[in-house]
């Protein structure tokens, strides 16, 4: 069974939700491209510290 990647949606120092990309996706009311988009290096740097960023999640091993 594959993985399925969660990740935190922050704005700032704010956690405004964890889950799929997907269900980021849907509570931003965005495109799966642009949710996965604000976890890139590229956005980081065009932004501020106060805009939105995605953290994936790492799973813990047994």
Do not use: H, W
């Amino acid at each position: 069974m594959k993985a399925t990647n969660e990740y935190a949606l922050y704005q700032g120092d704010t956690l405004l939700k964890i889950g799929t990309a997907d269900e980021l996706a849907a509570f931003q009311q965005v495109n799966r491209k642009t949710i996965l988009f604000y976890a890139t290096p590229a956005y980081q740097k065009r932004t501020s510290e106060k805009s939105l960023r995605m953290i994936r999640l790492e799973e813990e091993e047994e």
